[in-house]
């Protein structure tokens, strides 16, 4: 499959990615992760292993969509939607069955 990522354009596929990533350990997640195999890998860390670029030419957001175009599972940072409700009331009301606010 044909990708772009940071403005260069990449031939990828789901055995190629694999293979890129057999051996390699995987770094703790923080954000976005993509799993690949039975590992959770940074989005970063995929790409830069893929692209062989430095991880700052690229976004997570490049890589999780190229990811998921060839079949991975990928992962948002759970603190990004949570970081988004801030106020108490929105919060609440955010919540399946809460009770409303006095």
Do not use: N
């Not at 940071?6 to 789901?14: G, I």
């Not at 799993?35 to 991880?55: E, F, L, W």
């Amino acid at each position: 499959m044909r990708c772009v990522i940071a403005r260069f354009p990449f031939e990828l596929t789901k055995s190629g990615v694999l293979d890129a990533m057999k051996g390699v350990k995987p770094e703790p997640v923080t954000g976005e992760s993509v799993i690949i195999g039975r590992r959770h890998y940074p989005a970063k860390q995929v790409g830069q292993v893929i692209t062989h670029q430095d991880r700052r030419d690229f976004s997570s957001g490049e890589v999780l969509r190229a990811m998921a175009q060839l079949g991975f599972t990928c992962r948002t940072a759970p603190e990004a939607t949570a970081a988004r409700i801030a106020d108490p009331l929105q919060r609440a009301s955010a919540l399946p069955d809460a009770p409303m606010p006095s």
